[in-house]
């Protein structure tokens, strides 16, 4: 089985430049998550899409950043324009999505690390 | 609101010893717990879980937890680490209500030493 496909593995970019980041995730898993990471903290939840519908982007800083998963399987993450604070690691992870309990495990991608300059 | 604090940054320790990392939660709702672990440029892989059920969970790699609802406790444990074993270890916590959405806390470097 396939996993959590992300691109591109790393970015550079000068601060004020935007900045985009794709993810595949497993196939038929119907939920699909965004994480920033950085450096010494624990991922933390940006957007969780349910099919194309969003489900919580309540950390989401909806000034700069945007996602979207049209056609409720690949997604983009967006970031216009980028800030020094947001070199991170960016996680994407999917899940099968079913609310029963022992389904809604997550799988996540490699990530792709962003450095802003 | 739930959280999770991961007691020790930096865990040192030899091989063949046996390891322990420390995971406290906060929620007022029913939760499910998970441990993950990170390699070096990689995502993060899950370990074991807690849904319900028996309290003592077991994981990959010889990993086990113990979920101690009283403490609000999911500490890590391994009987004896390998060199392997070196890597980041994250404790999350998820709602029952949003089994999916997990907070996670700040990492443990776990550093096995020959």
């Known amino acids: 089985e396939a996993g959590v496909a992300q691109s591109p593995r790393y970015k550079i970019i000068e601060k004020r430049q935007s900045v985009a980041f794709w993810c595949n995730p497993i196939s038929g898993h119907a939920t699909l998550y965004w994480y920033q990471q950085i450096l010494g903290q624990g991922p933390k939840l940006l957007i969780q899409?349910?099919?194309?519908?969003?489900?919580?982007d309540s950390q989401l800083p909806k000034d700069r950043f945007s996602a979207e998963r049209l056609k409720g399987v690949d997604s983009t993450l967006k970031i216009q324009p980028a800030k020094l604070e947001d070199s991170a690691v960016y996680l994407c992870a999917s899940s099968l999505g079913d609310t029963s309990k022992a389904k809604n495990i997550q799988y996540f991608g490699a990530g792709t690390r962003l450095s802003v300059l | 609101a739930q959280s999770v604090t991961q007691l020790d940054s930096q865990v040192p320790v030899f091989e063949e010893a046996p390891v322990e990392l420390r995971c406290n939660y906060s929620s007022s709702v029913s939760v499910y717990l998970f441990w993950y672990v990170q390699y070096p440029n990689q995502g993060l892989q899950l370990l074991l879980k807690?849904?319900?059920?028996?309290?003592l969970v077991k994981g990959i790699n010889g990993f086990e937890a113990e979920f101690n609802k009283s403490q609000t406790s999911f500490h890590l444990r391994k009987p004896s680490v390998h060199i392997s074993d070196t890597a980041e270890y994250f404790c999350?916590?998820?709602?029952?209500?949003?089994?999916?959405?997990?907070?996670f806390g700040d990492g443990t470097t776990l550093t096995v030493k020959p």
């Open positions: 999350a916590v998820s709602m029952d209500t949003n089994a999916g959405k997990s907070t």
């Open positions: 899409f349910q099919n194309n519908g969003v489900v919580d």
């Open positions: 807690y849904l319900s059920g028996s309290t």
